[in-house]
């Protein structure tokens, strides 16, 4: 067991982005930081008076600062979670596809869909001999 887990981070660039270990949002940080606390969580914590009470949803999917190019429906253009502020308004919002789709498959899942591939494919093979057989035998 691992003690010292590492938020997941990723360069876009030469600025490195980390996970906030407490809300998963991305932020700039420095090469050598293994956690991070976003600012927005910072702030819940210490509590900034100018930040409004509860979470207000971005409506963004998740995983948005990965993609090439993602327009949120303010018209605000991301290349890889980066702002173009250039770009906004020239582009049509991103449609998001409903998550169930993009629901990956676990490793079980994988081995299940494997096998029954492999049943299929044998049915098959069952089915072409016996037509096989039979048509042999009607035939006679
Ligand atoms: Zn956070």
Redesign the pocket.
Known sequence: MKNKIECHSYYDGSIRYMA??????Y?AVGETAFE???????Q?IVGFPEEPKGYKPTGRPAGWHFMAEYVDKDGNVFHRGKEIPKLKGTLKPTKVKPRKKAKRRTKEQMLVDRHNEKKIALKKAVKKQQDFINHTINKG
């Open positions: 906030c270990m407490n809300c998963g949002r932020e991070l606390k976003c600012s927005r969580c910072v819940m």
